[in-house]
């Protein structure tokens, strides 16, 4: 649509890069990244008109500005179901959710569907804390 709305629109020479919206950042990257977005903000303008900023920003900003991208986001979705959106974890998926102890976040769960499976992971994570096996990723 927004092609559509302004054809004649002259995309900006810029390094851009694309990716998921959820980014995990150290706190020092995000203290770059902002000043970066601020001192360039001719691109959030540029932004503003276009379909996936959320997925544009980040990335771009991190290649621009030398932050090292890891491909994990430190997070465990399921997207077997097929679609835009990821399966939501039922009991079932207990196994493959905690088979990597460096998913700190998980996506999706309702509390119709979810309810034994988030009171298995509580169980993991007090078990975990009562042996001392934590691990640090």
């Given amino acids: 649509i927004i092609n559509h709305i302004y054809p004649n629109r002259i995309v900006l020479n810029y390094?851009?890069?694309f990716g998921s919206n959820w980014v995990t950042l150290t706190l020092n990257d995000c203290r770059i990244i902002i000043k970066s977005i601020l001192s360039n903000f001719s691109i959030i303008?540029?932004?503003?008109?276009?379909?996936?900023?959320?997925?544009?920003?980040?990335?771009?900003?991190?290649?621009?500005?030398?932050?090292?991208i890891n491909a994990t986001n430190h997070r465990y979705l399921d997207w077997t179901k097929g679609g835009c959106h990821p399966k939501t974890l039922v009991e079932?998926?207990?196994?493959?959710?905690?088979?990597?102890?460096c998913n700190f976040w998980a996506r999706k769960f309702d509390l119709e569907n979810s309810q034994q499976l988030l009171d298995m992971i509580d169980n993991h994570i007090k078990k975990a804390?009562?042996?001392n096996n934590l691990i640090m990723c």
């Fill in 45 to 68: 303008d540029y932004l503003e008109y276009t379909g996936v900023p959320d997925e544009l920003i980040f990335q771009t900003f991190a290649v621009s500005n030398n932050i090292p």
């Fill in 92 to 101: 079932s998926d207990f196994l493959n959710l905690t088979s990597d102890p």
């Fill in 15 to 17: 390094p851009w890069r």
């Fill in 129 to 131: 804390e009562k042996e």
